[in-house]
């Protein structure tokens, strides 16, 4: 019900940022409109680090008091987070064919991004192989405090590292307000997102309690009866 | 402009795709509470049916 109410403003902040990203902001001199990537290649960036500190934070919380809510929390994040780090990549890689004339290059946050991105695909994979709940969890939670060491090295990978990938290059201030706002809406809509998913995790989970919870002769003397005579 | 624009659809093809799945899920877990409502409104008629031809 709170995440509908939420709906509107988050849709609205996107179309602003939409409308910003394609009539506000200038067109830069040396790229052109290719450099106009920046304002969802950024927010999406951001988004798949964040996305990983949830992930990792939330499954810290589980092992601490194993409630089953926390892992609900980290399974949609890193859904979400998933999403954002191979729009990251993809969209980079865009970008860097345009700027570099080359798809992909090995430039360490290039590389740091990758590892991001596999530790997220890792997570999710381990996670889909098991059934049991808590194991599940258990074990996610393990791999994504693990993989929360590799966010700070995306992020100070340009600044310890040479590479090819700019560090925070000087912008316009129209340019630079529309960033803001881009990474701002899309920053809402992925917390409405994750709102969502959250809660539909929670009824899997109580719908799965229930579901155990129904007396299995019942559910025998159910599926009697559908059988055709 | 045509590097945007694809980087740009990609961005929202995938947003719509991952909204689509979060639809269709919440579909299939409606269809499940219904089921498992429907089962236990059987049990109590057939509890309440049990007690009074007992009574």
Redesign the interface.
């Known amino acids: 019900m709170h995440s509908r109410l939420w709906c509107i403003p988050v849709a609205a902040l996107v179309a602003a940022a939409i409308l910003a990203v394609c009539l506000v902001a200038p067109t830069e001199e040396t790229m052109g409109d290719a450099q106009r990537i920046v304002y969802i290649h950024v927010a999406m960036a951001w988004l798949a680090l964040v996305g990983f500190l949830i992930v990792g934070a939330a499954g810290a919380m589980y092992l601490r008091g194993r409630n089953l809510l926390w892992d609900h929390w980290a399974q949609a994040a890193a859904e979400l987070g998933w999403l954002c780090a191979s729009l990251t990549l993809a969209t980079g890689s865009l970008w860097a064919h345009a700027a570099w004339n080359t798809w992909w290059t090995w430039d360490p946050r290039l590389l740091t991004s990758f590892i991001l991105w596999a530790a997220y695909s890792g997570y999710l994979l381990v996670r889909g192989s098991l059934d049991d709940p808590h194991r599940r969890a258990r074990l996610g939670a393990v791999l994504a405090i693990v993989g929360v060491f590799d966010v700070p090295l995306v992020i100070m990978a340009t600044r310890w590292f040479r590479g090819m990938h700019p560090t925070s290059p000087g912008m316009d201030p129209t340019m630079r307000l529309v960033l803001w706002l881009s990474v701002f809406s899309f920053t809402g809509l992925f917390v409405l997102l994750l709102a969502i998913r959250r809660r539909q995790l929670r009824q899997e989970g109580l719908l799965a309690d229930l579901e155990r919870q129904t007396p299995l002769e019942d559910r025998y003397a159910k599926e009697r009866t559908c059988l055709p005579s | 402009?045509s590097?945007?624009v694809?980087?740009?659809l990609?961005?929202w093809a995938?947003?719509f795709w991952?909204?689509l799945r979060?639809v269709a899920?919440?579909s299939r877990?409606e269809q499940?509470?219904r089921a498992?409502n429907n089962?236990?409104q059987?049990?109590q008629e057939r509890e309440e049916q049990s007690v009074a031809r007992a009574a």
């Open positions: 402009m590097t945007f694809t980087a740009y990609l961005v995938a947003i991952h909204v979060l899920r919440q877990l499940t509470a498992l089962q236990v059987e049990m």
